[in-house]
Structures are given as structure tokens and as C-alpha cells.
């Protein structure tokens, strides 16, 4: 079994520093040139590969296909975009990799520059030991995953009959492993519909007393519209049709689940807790403001109140259709100029089907290197991944390379030595396993 | 009929100039103990009257009374202290008296400096002219009421078997007059209870995806309580018997309401205007906050959440009872710690009977110094002047001398110089008629 041996890790330490170096910040793309010219130098020089470059509406994807000896092609998914790191609370320069007590710390290297980085490596070790690939690969580095993967969508329906043809699986290498340190594998996750509802009655805060009752509350009737798509006594939501679609798990999705270990502290079953959070939708409000806040009394009416809603769609909810029904719902209040409704997120769940072959064989490989490898059928965040299932139709893992405690879009963000070795373990291994699968079978 | 006249409008005005420039903030105290020196030496030297000052918790209350040549007695009641002035958007320095335009600007102008001292030239210049009073005037000056006279309702308990004893009437020179200008005498206001409600369920904001389903949402938990004291779809207040004491508009009132100019641009009627703002309470957010409010979208679960509210009242509504009730409703949650009532004021309505014999004599003074007088027989907003007609038991009337446009707790406060000269004749024409009316009826 290949490991990571003492005169690697210096070189790979290296890249990894110079990669955080470069920046490559999504929103304001600072350091977003560089990080493309050093990814596709380390391309051309370490996987003897040609970069092509997908334009998008900001930053650019990078592209590029590795041929092997066998005709299965998986495409492996990352992006080299950075969120910003101006929050107070950074204990090292954000972006000066900085290792202390086994673990890097640096913007991005949990997300997704480590985790990016440890693929490659791990391709560019097994090139330097068997000169060829087993397997086709094919490599999409995005540069707008931390602006919502904006443009990812019309890139892979763009390129579905080209570039992105005879793909048979998508591995996502992105996330972060099992809070109790185990490697994990991902096979679907939670959508997301979030909006804003806002109401504006005039064009300044009133008196409560001068007019109380003769004017408009914004607060009031914002809440009393919010009561139309959500019952706050059953806890259910009210846009018609919101549920009617769901698709119940699987006795191989229940099993899993069963396996998962239930947090620290968290009462109930383990079986409640997981099916609540892979496959049960939920209605929540994120952020609401009227009217003054602060800390003295201000008897005032609010002219305008908005409240900002996010629903974590599960399998078989389409976000399209439940948009076009909360307009439905507010057809009245909307052609009155009563409610203004902005969209703010729009991705589908993503779903792959658990008797994938491709599924056992990860496992094993994972297994092989780390020890274990728990299934999470679904994961309850949200990850543009339909782009794959849905769009592209092919089988998704997403296969966390980074510690849970990787910080990521936080201060102090880190991936710890031995996972980011991991990573680079993990890569060879499955790169060294279809070697000997298709060893045999030819 | 006595009219301010030339020699007199520099004197008036200096003393306006001395009293805005010594301050006398309520919260902070700058100026008071010189403010209470100013009047106490204009009291002296100019009413020929002894001062009492009235101990509070915080800054003390003044107390006069002048003994006039009959026994009717009449409280005076106004306040010496003022709101900070720090708001950015004053045009002059809000210490010291400007004049521009007609009108003096400085904090403190309208509210309630220039009404005080209007009250006090007015009887300054009547004992000048008659050297003595024909009735008895009881002046309280209170120096608490922005900060909503806590200690006046204890006051007036301590005080209303000895100083505030054998009271025949409360003139309130507080307020502003009406929209189009005319002068108005107020019977009565709506009360206030104001409280908050708080929600906290965890010690900070969650991810939605990774805590959606399994952990609580501090402001759906928040939107669910309210849905328990306020119906959104019929807007009514669920509190148990909010509605059930309140008493009807008389025939009397009713008359006055419809005379009662309709604000420009307001449609409806008067009478159901005016009604909505005398005679029904209301149930107002003032402001809610919960998670994040800035321009993004953060799909975070809010671990906190509050809405204040405050409800108007009117005639017959109790606020210690419905304050009891609203503590009733949500027993439960209360007694599980899961949600939070700060309150935060209850004044009680207050209400003069129409029918006193006052009353007219008031109309016909006003009349005759300025043209015309409106009779409001409940104003909208809130005065704690239920101290008098509840706790003193004695028939009060609200005389406000300002400008509408007095921009009071604003930036730019003023009085018209009009406005402060028509509060000095008021007063001194109200003597002169005292004195013929003792006079033809002795």
C-alpha cells in the first residue's frame, strides 16, 4: 500500500503553500490569473496534460482530460476558487500556509485547494511510478463554486455532448469527513430554494401613537403573509404541492443510516435524527428585520419589513416548481405591489442510486487506506451536484477529503497533515486498484 | 385684549435664550441643577413664590403655589428637562437660541421649555398688570418626563392629601397644536403597553443544511408565540378580554370627532379616521430582528430572535390587566423558559368627562386670543395623564401651545415665535377672564 513518505511531503507541502499563496478570491477574483496559470503549469508539467480554459460570466473553469489504457472515464470535480478572509479572529496570515501541531492552516486548504491539490498529487505520484493511467480521467476545476456555482450548470449542459461525454461517474472531492474523524462517502444531498418576502408600506417610519390603526404595519402584514406559506401551529409549509413529490428512502438508505453515528448529546434515535436531516425538507427563516432594534423602547410603525426564508429541498422536489408555486400563492399580493418575493438560491437535490458498482469498489479503496468508510446516503447541506445526476446523468460520490473541523468560509481555516496525505493515498490506491482490476479482467 | 407687544418681545426672548442654554438632559442630568436654579429665581422673583423641590430617584420635580384672591385652583403642569441633542442634522447650535424665520430654534423650544416659560411670562405679566392672582395656581414642573415620568404616578400618591390637595382642574401645556395650525384642547389619550418578546434557543446561529429538522428556530419559534396573542388574518388582538372593557365614544365626542379636519391625501372619512385613532387600540410592531440581516444570503438557523410591540389603549382598557393577561397566555412557555416578556411601559389611557363646566370656559379663551379652538377628545398618542384624572381624580385639560412642525425629540426643534407669544396671551387672557368672571360674580 502506498504511503506518504518523508521526502514527499516537503514537495507537496510546497505546492499546497504556493497554491494558498496566489490567492484566487471568488468575489473580487484577486489572485484568480495566477491560481489558473499555476494549476495549469502543474498540469502540463506534473500530469503531462493540456488545460483548456471554459469561460463563464467571472472566473474561468479549467479543463483538461487524462488519457489512460482503459476506456472508464470518471470525472473528478473541484474548484480553486477561495472565499474571502477578512474576518478578525486569523491566528496566522490567511494566506501564508502555516503548519502548527499536524495540521495546515491558510484560506483554502480545507476548501478546496487542499483537497484540489491532493487529487492531483495523487495523480502526478502514480504518473511518476507507472507512467500511464488505468482509466480515462477527465478534471473540471471550478472558479465560482463560492459564488453558488453560477454558471456550472449552463457549463455542463454546454459541454454534454463534448468535453463532458462518456463520463461514467463524477467523484466531488469536497466537504468534510464524519464529525468522529471517519472517512465517508456521499451519495446525494439536499437542495436549497431561499427567498426573501418584503413588505413597504410608505416611505418612512410613523408615529405608533399619531397613527396607530390608520396606518399600515409593515411587520404585520409581512407576518401575516409569512402565515400563508408556513402554519406555525403544525409546523408544516403551505405552498401547495411542497411535499407531494418527496420519494421515501430506500431500505438500503434506511440500513445505512442505521450505521451512522448519532452526535454527542443529541437525544432521540439515530434513525430520526439522520431521516430528519436527509429526508425530511425543512422551512427556516435565516434573517428578518422591521422597524428599530435597538436597545430603548421606539414606538414607531415600521415602513418596511422583510424576512429571508431557506428551504432545504429533498429527493424528488423540484425547486422550479415550488418557486412557481409561493408566486401562485402570492399572485394577489404580488400583482397589488403589496409583497415583493426575491429568489436568492435555486439548486435541486442531488441523488445517486446506491446499487452504483462503481459504489462497493470505492469503499474498498477508502477502506484500504483509512481504515473505514461510512455511506451517508444523503448529505442535508447543499452542493450543486445535480449538475451531475441531473443534468449530466451520471452516478456522484462526493468523497470528503478534509477534517470536520476544517473551518472552512471561517478563521483558522486548516486540513490536517494526515488527511491531506490521505487524500493524496486515496487517489493513488484508486488509480493503483483499477491497474489491477483491469490487470485481471484483460 | 392683551397682546405681547414690542418692549416685551426681547425681554420674553432672553429669557427663552437662558433657559434653552443651560440644558438639563434628562438622562445624562447636565444642566439640571441649573435649570432648577433658573426657575426657582424666576419663580421668586417674578411670581413672588416660594419653591419646593420634590425629591425623585432621579432628577427632582419643582413645586409652586401662588395664592390668588379666590378659591378656585388650578394645576399647571409642564417639565424642565429635555432629550439629548446629539443628532447629527441640527442647523444651529441646539444650546443656544436662534431666531430665523420667525421662529426660535434650539432643544428643548417646543418641548417643553417655550411652553413652560410661555405658562410663567403669561402670569409674570398678568401680576405686573393686576398685582395679584384672582384664582390659585399650583405649578408642578416636572423633570422626568423624558424618560417617561417614572416617579410622577408616586408623586402625585405622595402628595395628593397635602400639596396636590383641593384641585379643581390640570392645565397640560404639552403637545403640539393641530395640522393646520388652530389651537385644540385635549381631553384625553390613548394609554401604552409596550413589551418585548424574546426567544433563544441555543448559544449561537447553526448551518441550516447540517441543523435543518433537528435543531429549533429561534425566530419561527418567535412568529408561532405571536400567532398566539394577535390574529394575522382578522387582526384582532388574542389576548383574553383585550377587547372587552372598552368603552364607546359619547354622542359628545362623536360630534367633536367630526369637525375634526381630515389630514390631505387621507382617504375616508373623518369620523372613521378619528375614531380609529380615539377610540380603538392597536396592536403595533415597532421592531423584530432575528439572524442575519445583511445584503447576502446566509443560510444560518437564528439562534435568537425578538419582536417588540405596543399596543395603544383606550378608554376602559386596564394595562396592569391586560399586561396580567398577556403573562396568562403564555403561561407555559414562560414556565419553561422558552420564551421571554420584557415590559417595557404601561401608562393607562386617560379621559376627561366633556361635560365640565371648564371646559367651555377654555373654548372661549382660546377662542378669543387666537381665532378659533378645536376640541380633540382623545389624543392618539400617550401622556401619563392619568396621574390626574385616575390617581388625582380631577378633570384634565391638554393645552398645547407649539407648532405642529416643532420637530420635539427631533433635530431642529423650534417654536414660532407666534406660537410662543399666543401661549403668553393665552395665559394672561385666561386671568383676565378669571378676574371678571370672580369679579361680576362676587
Avoid at 429527493?315 to 401562485?328: A, D, H, S
Amino acid at each position: 500500500m502506498f504511503k506518504v513518505n518523508g521526502n514527499q511531503i516537503e514537495e507537496f507541502k510546497l505546492y499546497l503553500a504556493k497554491f494558498i499563496a496566489l490567492k484566487g478570491i471568488s468575489a473580487t477574483r484577486e489572485g484568480v490569473v495566477a491560481s489558473l496559470k499555476f494549476l495549469t503549469t502543474f498540469i502540463k508539467e506534473q500530469l503531462n496534460g493540456e488545460v483548456e480554459l471554459l469561460p463563464t460570466s467571472t472566473n474561468p473553469a479549467i479543463y483538461t482530460e487524462l488519457r489512460g489504457k482503459n476506456s472508464e472515464t470518471v470525472l473528478l470535480y473541484g474548484h480553486y476558487d477561495v472565499m474571502e478572509a477578512d474576518d478578525l479572529g486569523w491566528q496566522t496570515p490567511p494566506f501564508v500556509l502555516t503548519e502548527i501541531a499536524g495540521r495546515y492552516y491558510g484560506r483554502g486548504c480545507g476548501d478546496n485547494k487542499g483537497q484540489l491539490l491532493a487529487q492531483l498529487l495523487g495523480i502526478a505520484t502514480y504518473l511518476r511510478e507507472y507512467g500511464e493511467l488505468p482509466i480515462n480521467l477527465k478534471i473540471l476545476i471550478e472558479g465560482q463554486e463560492e459564488q453558488g456555482s453560477r454558471d456550472l450548470n449552463k457549463l455542463v449542459k454546454k459541454y454534454q455532448t463534448s468535453l463532458l461525454a462518456n463520463i461514467d461517474y463524477v467523484l466531488v472531492i469536497d466537504g468534510s469527513k464524519n464529525v468522529n474523524g471517519k472517512n465517508v462517502i456521499r451519495l446525494g444531498n439536499r437542495g436549497l430554494l431561499a427567498f426573501e418576502l418584503g413588505v413597504k408600506v410608505a416611505t418612512r417610519d410613523l408615529h405608533s401613537g399619531n397613527f396607530g390603526n390608520v396606518s399600515e404595519n409593515a411587520a404585520l402584514k409581512l407576518i401575516g403573509y409569512l402565515n400563508k406559506c408556513y402554519d406555525f401551529r403544525t409546523k408544516r409549509v403551505k405552498i401547495p404541492e411542497f411535499y407531494a413529490d418527496i420519494q421515501p428512502a430506500t431500505t438500503q438508505e434506511l440500513e445505512w443510516i442505521k450505521k451512522l453515528p448519532l452526535p454527542q448529546g443529541q437525544p432521540g434515535s439515530n434513525m430520526a435524527y439522520y431521516h430528519k436531516l436527509m429526508f425530511e425538507p425543512t422551512f427556516n427563516i435565516n434573517g428578518m428585520q422591521s422597524g428599530y432594534t435597538g436597545a430603548k423602547l421606539k414606538t414607531i410603525i415600521p415602513h418596511k419589513a422583510f424576512v429571508r426564508c431557506d428551504c432545504r429541498l429533498v429527493w424528488g422536489q423540484r425547486p422550479e416548481l415550488i418557486r412557481r408555486q409561493l408566486e401562485q400563492l402570492y399572485h394577489e399580493e404580488l400583482a397589488r405591489g403589496e409583497l415583493e418575493i426575491k429568489f436568492l438560491a435555486e439548486i435541486a437535490p442531488s441523488k445517486t442510486d446506491s446499487s452504483s458498482p462503481y459504489l462497493m469498489e470505492l469503499i474498498k479503496t477508502i477502506r484500504e487506506v483509512t481504515g473505514d468508510c461510512l455511506i451517508e446516503p444523503i448529505m442535508p447541506g447543499t452542493v450543486p451536484n445535480y449538475v451531475w445526476t441531473d443534468t449530466l446523468k451520471v452516478p456522484t460520490f462526493t468523497v470528503p477529503f478534509a477534517n470536520f473541523d476544517q473551518n472552512n468560509h471561517s478563521v483558522n481555516e486548516n486540513i490536517s497533515r494526515q488527511a491531506f496525505w490521505n487524500g493524496i493515498e486515496i487517489i493513488y490506491h484508486f488509480l493503483e486498484r483499477k491497474k489491477r482490476y483491469y490487470g485481471t479482467n484483460i
